[in-house]
């Protein structure tokens, strides 16, 4: 039982991922074939490319929406348990949310370099720094009342629904520690690139955690919202003074590394006292849905390597 249970989360997962990349290649199409009703050579494909681009982070939240709806209904098997909700110090919000963006940021510089070595691995020395300079220009297409409201906003709240919400409610049964790192390492391969995928799997555990153990989504919901909106006001600043927010952002690493250690690491190793299902890494992962989901990913990683 124990075994379904991580296969059907694993195989819900899959079926939303791919629900939501689907999505959005329908709408790209669908925008080409309007487009060739307007258009005629090459411009076809550059009218596309300019509307898909500006559409990107709509598309993104409304896949989210489409990908939640079928976690939950394809899950509605397994058996969860939603915790009582318990108050978080505005205080604690606060240096976690800190210790949150600081620390990430630095994995964002491991995972961008470890991107970029993959990048000239595969396709030659032209290729580093490709990833970032497409999603830099989807950013900049996008009216940026539309990324504050999607990228924002809106994305944070269906990735907290989905990934801690959802997801932490059905792991819950089996513990603590299986609960928040297992959601972390989903919610990072999610993002399917090497360059996000290890500070969105901390981010995930630490959410996770602050999820786990408050019951009260609000709360990895608010350092979710801040953390994109700052990422998003950073992007701008920089555009006017580089040196400035890469000084700013240095402090933060350090302020917020600080804050990890002293509070951060405490926090998480703080385990709940309570009864759980014992479970082995064995019933977790090899299973059919959990390994068609990681492959997915894995797989979905190394394509933006070749393709990006």
Do not use: W
């Amino acid at each position: 039982m124990k075994k379904r249970a991580f296969s059907t989360i694993g195989i819900a997962l899959l079926v939303a991922t791919l629900a939501l990349q689907g999505f959005a290649g329908t709408v790209t199409a669908i925008i080409a074939f309007i487009t060739t009703l307007n258009s005629s050579g090459g411009d076809v494909m550059n009218a596309t490319l300019e509307i898909t681009m500006k559409l990107n982070t709509l598309l993104s939240v409304l896949g989210e929406c489409i990908a939640l709806l079928i976690f939950r209904v394809m899950t509605k098997g397994v058996i969860g348990v939603t915790a009582p909700k318990k108050k978080m110090s505005t205080r604690s919000l606060y240096l976690l949310g800190v210790a949150c963006y600081g620390t990430s940021i630095l994995l964002a510089t491991f995972g961008g370099a470890l991107n970029q070595f993959l990048q000239k691995l595969l396709k030659g020395s032209e290729a580093v720094g490709e990833t970032t300079q497409i999603v830099s220009t989807m950013l900049d297409k996008t009216p940026l009342f539309l990324t504050i409201l999607t990228v924002g906003i809106l994305g944070p709240v269906i990735e907290e629904l989905l990934f801690r919400k959802a997801l932490i409610d059905k792991l819950r049964p089996f513990g603590y520690t299986t609960s928040i790192l297992l959601s972390g390492l989903l919610f990072g391969a999610f993002h399917m690139n090497f360059e996000q995928f290890f500070y969105a799997a901390f981010i995930g555990v630490l959410l996770g955690a602050i999820y786990y153990k408050t019951g009260d989504i609000k709360y990895s919901i608010i350092i979710h919202i801040v953390f994109n909106s700052f990422n998003i006001f950073v992007s701008q600043a920089a555009t006017l003074n580089e040196t400035a927010v890469t000084i700013i952002q240095n402090v933060f690493v350090l302020i917020g590394l600080l804050f990890f250690l002293i509070m951060g690491i405490k926090y998480l190793r703080q385990r709940p006292q309570e009864e759980s299902v014992p479970v082995t890494k064995k019933e977790i992962f090899i299973n059919g849905g959990m390994l068609a989901y990681l492959i997915c990913c894995l797989l979905g990683m190394i394509g933006t390597g070749l393709i990006l």
